[in-house]
């Protein structure tokens, strides 16, 4: 049994309680919503992308403590880079929660996201961390359906 306390780490803890970037852009250029309907998250992101860069980015919506803490990381990480640096972190990230207990993770591309290595032994929480990334995704990439991790 894996111990919660990977799960839930420090830094996890801190941006759930205190989520970055917990806004709404009325002038987005790129927006999306995402749902996990297993856990019931539930996002909206905001996107404003000027040439290719990420100039501010924000979340609004609910759900529990690991997608929260996972937006509020994400957001903070892709801010001022790259639509293809964003696109590369959220292949990384996805490699690190979805790859299996023992997927190892580039800590030096990830940097503080992580954080959220913990959620590869926890089958039910990987769609809520992914869930932020999967709604970027969908928002930079023009879609009009709704992100879902189902
Ligand atoms: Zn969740």
């Given at each position: 049994?894996?111990?919660?306390?990977?799960?839930?780490?420090?830094?996890?803890?801190?941006?759930?309680?205190?989520?970055?970037?917990?806004?709404?852009?009325?002038?987005?250029?790129?927006?999306?919503?995402?749902?996990?309907?297993?856990?019931?998250d539930d996002i909206t992101?905001?996107?404003?992308?000027?040439?290719?860069?990420?100039?501010?980015?924000?979340f609004q919506g609910k759900g529990?403590?690991?997608s929260q803490?996972?937006a509020?990381?994400?957001?903070?990480?892709?801010?001022?880079?790259?639509?293809?640096?964003?696109?590369?972190?959220?292949?990384?990230?996805?490699?690190?929660?979805?790859?299996?207990?023992?997927?190892?993770?580039?800590?030096?591309?990830?940097?503080?996201?992580?954080?959220?290595?913990?959620?590869?032994?926890?089958?039910?929480?990987?769609?809520?961390?992914?869930?932020?990334?999967?709604?970027?995704?969908?928002?930079?990439?023009?879609?009009?359906?709704?992100?879902?991790?189902?």
């Amino acid at each position: 049994m894996a111990d919660l306390k990977d799960l839930y780490q420090q830094i996890v803890l801190d941006h759930n309680r205190a989520p970055r970037n917990f806004k709404k852009i009325p002038n987005a250029s790129h927006t999306a919503e995402g749902t996990n309907p297993l856990c019931g998250d539930d996002i909206t992101l905001y996107v404003t992308v000027e040439g290719n860069v990420i100039k501010d980015v924000g979340f609004q919506g609910k759900g529990c403590a690991i997608s929260q803490a996972s937006a509020s990381l994400m957001t903070s990480t892709v801010k001022g880079k790259t639509t293809e640096e964003a696109e590369s972190l959220f292949r990384a990230f996805h490699d690190m929660v979805a790859g299996g207990p023992d997927a190892p993770a580039d800590d030096k591309t990830l940097g503080k996201l992580a954080a959220l290595a913990g959620v590869k032994r926890f089958p039910a929480r990987v769609k809520c961390a992914n869930l932020p990334w999967h709604t970027l995704h969908a928002a930079l990439t023009g879609s009009d359906e709704p992100a879902s991790t189902e």
